[in-house]
């Protein structure tokens, strides 16, 4: 075990200096709790920031893949249901099914506008992941 997957801590038992481990990878991400926290406190903050945080934590995205998203990237439909289409990890292409609350989390923070990122920074410019 690396000293990056554990906290390591040294103890004296008796005149003899020990070295124990803790395993704090068991955790593997946010519970279905404090994902809807996460959410309601992202999209309080900003329409961008909703939309960062839905794509991240209910699509799956990474952060680069979230901030490339543009709102022309999200306007197909196929088979009826809306589609996110992007280049994921390796140059792949992807099409992606919208749930409605990432849809919503979409069309938030795109406003009125029909072009260019979803996600802008709060001086307006595109976040950079």
Not at 35 to 55: E, I, M
Not at 57 to 66: F, K, T, Y
Not at 76 to 104: F, I, Q, S, W, Y
Request: proline share 5%; hydrophobic share 40%.
């Amino acid at each position: 075990m690396t000293a990056s997957r554990a906290v390591v801590t040294l103890r004296a038992r008796v005149g003899a200096k020990r070295w124990h481990t803790y395993d704090e990878t068991r955790a593997l991400g946010l519970d279905r709790s404090q994902l809807g926290k996460l959410l309601q406190v992202a999209s309080a903050s900003s329409p961008s920031d909703g939309a960062l945080f839905a794509l991240m934590g209910l699509m799956g995205l990474r952060v680069s893949e979230a901030c490339d998203v543009q709102i022309e990237d999200f306007q197909d439909e196929v088979r009826g249901h809306r589609v996110l289409r992007l280049t994921g990890k390796g140059n792949k292409d992807a099409t992606m099914p919208l749930p409605e609350p990432v849809l919503r989390a979409l069309l938030a923070a795109a406003g009125d506008r029909t072009t260019g990122p979803v996600v802008l920074t709060k001086s307006g410019t595109p976040h950079t992941g």
